[in-house]
Every structure is written in C-alpha cells, then in structure tokens.
C-alpha cells in the first residue's frame, strides 16, 4: 500500500523530518545574513572550510536532499537521502554536548553547564528524535513508540 503524503496526512516521523528541512534552511538564511552565525553551537560543528557560502549551500543540500527522500516510493533509497540530515543533527547534538562538558559555547562564552544544557537541548533532542523517525519510517517497530499507519497500513 502507498505511503499517504499529502500534508494533512502525514505520519508522525515526517513532521521530524519536515522540522529538520525547515531548520536547516532557516540556518542556511541566517548564516548568510549574519556570519557570525557560524560561531552558534549547533551551527558550528558542521561549519565547512570556515566558510558562510559553503556552510549555507551544505545546509541547503541536506535540506533538498531530505524533499527528495521523502518522496521515494521506495523506502530504503528515501532513508539513504534523509541520512546527510541526520548526520548535521547529530554533529550539531553533539557540539551541544560538547558545549555542556566544557561549560562554555561554541564561541567561548562560559556558563554554567545547566545554562548550556537547557539552551542546547532542542538540539541534542532533535537528533535523537530524527533517529526515531527514521526507525519508524524505515519499518522499524520502536518500543512504546508505535504509531498506526506509519507504512501506509490503516
């Protein structure tokens, strides 16, 4: 059974995926905008050759990569698009991370590492629930994570 892709429609793993397109998009912009937004925590750790343009068209890549895999019909190549995401999520997790051990951002700005972990954890949280989402759209049964129709079945 085809897989329901009209907006109105959309699984609950999608709306990870579509969180994670319009962030890094949103990055790309910013960084453009304001070059100082590469020194930003979770923006830092996927900085390409110390560069706006090429960190920005990086971000703009994943995200357009992530529009084509949603809309494989075939699962497995669809996830194999999604993955460039994943890996700028879990960079940008675990520079947060970083941040919080070191009790100091990525621009050097030290702070308590409490202060850092409630500013940074929609980051590391991100990741870990793009990787959820992945599970459950590749077919992957997550344990008291299970959502009905996640595969097309009703």
């Known amino acids: 059974m085809k897989h329901r892709r009209a907006f109105g429609l959309l699984p609950a793993g999608w709306l990870m995926i579509s969180y994670a397109i319009i ?5 790309a912009m910013l960084i453009l905008l304001e070059p100082a937004a590469l020194n930003t925590t979770p923006i830092n750790a996927s900085v390409v050759f110390n ?20 809309f494989q019909h075939k699962w497995r190549v669809g996830i194999v698009f999604l993955l460039p995401q994943q890996g700028v999520l879990v960079a940008s997790a675990w520079g947060a991370l970083g941040a919080v051990l070191a009790g100091a951002y990525a621009d050097g700005v030290p702070r308590p590492q409490l202060f850092i ?3 940074q954890f929609p980051a590391m949280l991100a990741a870990a629930l793009h990787t959820v989402a992945l599970l459950i759209i590749n ?14 079945e009703s």
């Open 23 to 27: 962030l890094h998009l949103v990055w």
């Open 51 to 70: 560069s706006t343009g090429a960190t920005a068209a990086m971000m703009v890549s994943v995200a357009m990569l992530a529009i084509v895999g949603i």
């Open 117 to 119: 972990l409630a500013d």
């Open 139 to 152: 077919g992957v049964h997550v344990p008291c994570w299970h959502w009905r129709g996640q595969r097309g």
